[in-house]
């Protein structure tokens, strides 16, 4: 039984080419943050002046030093679920302690 070969050429350059915004920044702090590259060679390969990836990276730093969520990680279906449940315990204690302080 042969195994078919499959052309992953499109799935490599959406790696390698990004076309939307958001994913354009991902690959570059990521080329930037976990491969180490030099800002020059990633401004150069994405499309960004030099100035703009520094301010990228910056904000970037700043965003995770405050904890918040890049705008690139949109939550996922679980999070919701998981912020909706603690929005639904959170309305729940607050009736029961309205219900004790009435008491």
């Known amino acids: 039984m042969g195994h078919r070969i499959m ?5 490599r350059r959406y790696f390698l080419e990004p076309q939307s915004t958001f994913h354009r920044r991902y690959v570059a702090l990521q080329a930037f943050f976990v491969e180490g590259r030099p800002l020059a060679e990633i401004a150069e390969q994405y499309g960004y002046k030099l100035a ?5 990276v910056s904000q970037f730093r700043a965003q995770c030093s405050r904890g918040r969520i890049p705008p690139f990680s949109l ?3 679980e999070d919701d679920r998981q912020a909706n449940s603690s929005a639904r315990t959170g309305k729940a204690l607050t009736s029961l302690q309205s219900l ?3 008491s």
């Open 52 to 56: 703009s990836l520094n301010v990228m």
């Open 100 to 102: 004790i302080s009435e």
């Open 75 to 77: 939550p996922t279906a």
């Open 7 to 11: 052309d992953d050429q499109r799935c």
